[in-house]
C-alpha cells in the first residue's frame, strides 16, 4: 500500500516478499505517496510468505494499523515489521513460526530454525545453495546505508563463497530479498 487503504478479511498466502507492504513517502514519484491511516480489519490471515508478513515503514506510513484480528504465520522473516517514525496501532496480532527474531545480547537477527546465529551471517569459503538464506555480516549490514534489519539474501547460484576481505556488494533492490 501507498496510499490510504483499507484491507478487510483478506488471506494473504506465499507472495515471494512481503504478504503486505506498507510504504508511505513524500519522495515518491506519482500520486501515491502517502499511507496514513492505512488499516487492516476484520479477520485477516497473512502466511507462508518469502520476507515479512507485515512489513511497515516510511515518513508517512502512521496513524493506521490493525482494528482487528490479525494472523502472521509462517513468514520468512518477522511477521510484523513496524519501522515507521510516527507510529501505528496494531490491537490483536497473533504470530507464531516466523522465521527470525532478534538476539539482543549477539545484536544479531536469527532464524526461526537457527540454533545460532553463525548459520546464518555470511562465511567466506562457505558451500551455499540455491535458496540458502544469508545476511550479510554485521560490519557489513553496520556499512549499508539502506540496509533493512532482518532483510534476508537468498542464493540464486550455487557455489563457494569468496575468501576474507570479498564478501558481496549486497543488492537489496533485487526481486527477491537481492541476490548473493
Given at each position: 500500500?501507498?496510499?490510504?487503504?483499507?484491507?478487510?478479511?483478506?488471506?494473504?498466502?506465499?507472495?515471494?516478499?512481503?504478504?503486505?507492504?506498507?510504504?508511505?513517502?513524500?519522495?515518491?514519484?506519482?500520486?501515491?505517496?502517502?499511507?496514513?491511516?492505512?488499516?487492516?480489519?476484520?479477520?485477516?490471515?497473512?502466511?507462508?510468505?518469502?520476507?515479512?508478513?507485515?512489513?511497515?515503514?516510511?515518513?508517512?506510513?502512521?496513524?493506521?494499523?490493525?482494528?482487528?484480528?490479525?494472523?502472521?504465520?509462517?513468514?520468512?522473516?518477522f511477521g510484523v515489521w513496524q519501522g515507521d517514525?510516527?507510529?501505528?496501532?496494531?490491537?490483536?496480532?497473533?504470530?507464531?513460526?516466523?522465521?527470525?527474531?532478534?538476539?539482543?545480547?549477539?545484536?544479531?537477527?536469527?532464524?526461526?530454525?537457527?540454533?545460532?546465529?553463525?548459520?546464518?551471517?555470511?562465511?567466506?569459503?562457505?558451500?551455499?545453495?540455491?535458496?540458502?538464506?544469508?545476511?550479510?555480516?554485521?560490519?557489513?549490514?553496520?556499512?549499508?546505508?539502506?540496509?533493512?534489519?532482518?532483510?534476508?539474501?537468498?542464493?540464486v547460484t550455487a557455489g563457494t563463497s569468496a575468501?576474507?576481505?570479498?564478501?558481496?556488494?549486497?543488492?537489496?533492490?533485487?526481486?527477491?530479498?537481492?541476490?548473493?
Amino acid at each position: 500500500m501507498r496510499a490510504h487503504a483499507r484491507l478487510e478479511n483478506v488471506e494473504v498466502r506465499g507472495f515471494q516478499g512481503d504478504g503486505v507492504h506498507v510504504f508511505g513517502s513524500p519522495s515518491l514519484p506519482g500520486p501515491y505517496t502517502n499511507a496514513i491511516g492505512w488499516t487492516i480489519g476484520g479477520r485477516s490471515t497473512i502466511r507462508e510468505c518469502g520476507r515479512y508478513g507485515l512489513f511497515v515503514h516510511g515518513s508517512v506510513a502512521n496513524s493506521g494499523g490493525v482494528d482487528g484480528v490479525l494472523s502472521v504465520h509462517g513468514n520468512g522473516s518477522f511477521g510484523v515489521w513496524q519501522g515507521d517514525q510516527f507510529g501505528n496501532v496494531y490491537s490483536q496480532i497473533e504470530a507464531d513460526s516466523n522465521g527470525v527474531w532478534v538476539d539482543y545480547e549477539a545484536n544479531e537477527w536469527m532464524r526461526g530454525e537457527s540454533d545460532v546465529t553463525a548459520t546464518l551471517a555470511w562465511k567466506p569459503g562457505h558451500v551455499y545453495a540455491v535458496g540458502d538464506l544469508v545476511v550479510p555480516t554485521l560490519a557489513k549490514r553496520a556499512a549499508m546505508a539502506d540496509y533493512i534489519p532482518g532483510f534476508q539474501f537468498r542464493c540464486v547460484t550455487a557455489g563457494t563463497s569468496a575468501g576474507v576481505g570479498f564478501e558481496p556488494a549486497w543488492d537489496a533492490h533485487a526481486a527477491v530479498g537481492g541476490a548473493v
